[in-house]
Structures are given as C-alpha cells and as structure tokens.
C-alpha cells in the first residue's frame, strides 16, 4: 500500500505543505500518518512532526522512509484518533490525508484535532469526498467497502466542512479536484483479487447498465476508470 500512486502521488500531500504557511516550521501532527509519507514530506521545514497512527504496521514503515531520508526531527506515537494523548495547544498545526473515511464518529475525531491545535493554528484535512444524492453514495461507499474493510464512510464536501465547524474551528480556505481511477491500481492497493475480482465484476455490470456511483464510473477500452473527487480544507483555531 505504501508505493501505491493513490498514497505516493505528489499532489496531495503538495497541497497540504503549501497551504501550512508560517504553521510549516512550527511542530506538526500527523494524524493517521500511515506509511508517513505527508510525515517525511513535512519534516524537513518543520521543528517537530509527530506521526500518530493506529496500526504498528504502518508506524514501522513510516519510521523507515524517516529514518532511510535521515530526518531526525521526526517521532510517532501509536493510538486512537478519537482519543489523542497530546494536552490542549500541542501544535503549530494538525493535517491528515485520505483519513475521515475510516473514522467511525468524524466529530470526535474533528474535536480532538481543535483541542490539540494552538491559538491561531492550522487543520489541513484532505480527503475522497462522495456524491451529496443519498443513493449514489451509498452505492459508492459500499463498493469501497467491498474493496477495503477498513473503509466506514465517505462524507460529502458539505459535511466535511460541518465537522470542522461544529469542533470550532473557521474554515479560511478549500480547494478541490479530481484524480481519474482505473480499477487495475485501486484495487492492486488492498491485494486481495478473492474480494476484488467480483467486485470487478459488479462494477462493470453497473458501468454497462449506466449506473455509475456519483463517480463517473465507466467501462473504459483497457480498464473500468472513476473518479475520486478530492478537497482540501484549510481551517484554524481561534
């Protein structure tokens, strides 16, 4: 999953430094860091980023590209996003990529995020958002389910924002835009052609029969192709 071009891809985590400002040489935490690609890319402006993510896995492959890239301002924590072991102003900044989806309660995890961050600091959240018609993404979702357990739920831009407002926070800026999928590299990512050759399968029924999930999802010459629609929000603490 580490090398994947949805996780390796430049974009994303560009956007992330460059919307920092002031806040990228201030101390950073990288919230679900996974295999801490954002973490590396940050670190050397930064005076500290802190890597915090669940899984040991991924912590040790984050730990590695640190360590093989020789910063040594960098330290990771394993733990819960719901439940943040850092007292309240900790950081210059908090971002976090390709993340809300797998959150259980987004809200909690949005509180803890504002209670960490210092007055006048910066949240930076990029994520997959779905379509805001109720059943293109309830379709959407639960093919994403069936490629990856893991996955709870994709929100809608609009409540993405919400959960930054309602942790307090003032949305200053969002940016959005779309990154075109074929199936062959999304699915490669979860390496486990027992769920994704039916899903597959199911996808290009749907493609063929005009159904296509809020994602553009269509039967293309090569592959089946869809489409991630992708913000950024930019928000701070007052």
């Given at each position: 999953m580490?090398?994947?071009?949805?996780?390796?891809?430049?974009?994303?985590?560009?956007?992330?430094?460059?919307t920092l400002g002031p806040a990228a040489a201030g101390r950073i935490l990288d919230l679900a860091c996974g295999p801490g690609i954002v973490t590396a890319a940050l670190a050397p402006t930064a005076r500290e980023v802190v890597g915090y993510d669940l899984t040991p896995e991924m912590l040790a492959q984050?730990?590695?590209?640190?360590?093989?890239?020789?910063?040594?301002?960098?330290?990771?924590?394993?733990?819960?996003?719901?439940?943040?072991?850092?007292?309240?102003?900790?950081?210059?900044?908090?971002?976090?990529?390709?993340?809300?989806?797998?959150?259980?309660?987004?809200?909690?995890?949005?509180?803890e995020m504002a209670r960490v961050l210092k007055p006048g600091g910066h949240l930076v959240v990029a994520d997959i958002v779905t379509s805001p018609d109720p059943e293109d993404a309830a379709l959407h979702n639960a093919l994403e389910i069936l490629r990856d357990p893991s996955h709870i739920r994709m929100v809608t831009a609009d409540e993405l924002l919400a959960f930054a407002q309602g942790a307090g926070l003032d949305v200053v800026a969002r940016a959005r835009w779309t990154e075109r999928r074929r199936f062959g590299e999304w699915a490669a990512i979860v390496r486990d052609a027992a769920r994704t050759a039916p899903l597959r399968t199911i996808m290009r029924s749907l493609a063929r029969s005009g159904l296509d999930a809020g994602i553009g999802l269509s039967d293309g010459a090569d592959d089946l192709e869809f489409d991630h629609h992708w913000i950024l929000v930019t928000a701070t603490r007052a």
């Open positions: 580490a090398t994947a071009p949805a996780f390796t891809k430049r974009d994303s985590w560009e956007r992330i430094r460059d984050a730990r590695r590209r640190c360590e093989a890239a020789g910063l040594t301002n960098v330290r990771f924590e394993q733990g819960a996003a719901e439940s943040l072991p850092f007292p309240r102003a900790a950081f210059d900044a908090v971002v976090t990529r390709a993340t809300i989806h797998h959150f259980p309660e987004p809200a909690v995890v949005f509180a």
